[in-house]
Nanobody, 124 residues
């Protein structure tokens, strides 16, 4: 099993920045992809960004491109999401996900492991 713990959420004004972290523990040798998803109140969960462990290739949803950056620390088995120029519509619970396949999928169903989430609130 793999355990994921997110941190770094909080309240920020529009235009501000936050850095989310997700630390993996357990059978981390099984991780080949890590990603971030978010869910706003009353809305479905949506893909934000993902990174492949094999080649560090990154993927973003259109609304995150140019504002968010996903990165990783191999030694710490940790993935980060640097979020800049935040907008009120970025508000939601942000979830870290990991999978043992090298897919970097934008579909949540293709991730085997999930964290508990961290809240991000952007005020206007």
């Amino acid at each position: 099993q793999v355990q994921l713990v997110e941190s770094g959420g909080g309240l920020v004004q529009a235009g501000g920045s936050l850095r989310l972290s997700c630390a993996a523990s357990g059978r981390t040798v099984r991780i080949y992809t890590m990603g971030w998803f978010r869910q706003a109140p009353g809305k479905e969960r949506e893909f934000v960004a993902a990174i492949r462990w094999s080649d560090s290739r990154t993927y973003y949803t259109d609304s995150a491109k140019g504002r968010f950056t996903i990165s990783r620390d191999n030694a710490k088995i940790t993935v980060y999401l640097q979020m800049n120029s935040l907008k009120p519509e970025d508000t939601g619970s942000y979830y870290c996900a990991a999978d043992y396949r090298d897919l970097a999928s934008m579909t949540g169903d293709e991730y085997a492991y999930w964290g508990q989430g961290t809240q991000v609130t952007v005020s206007s």
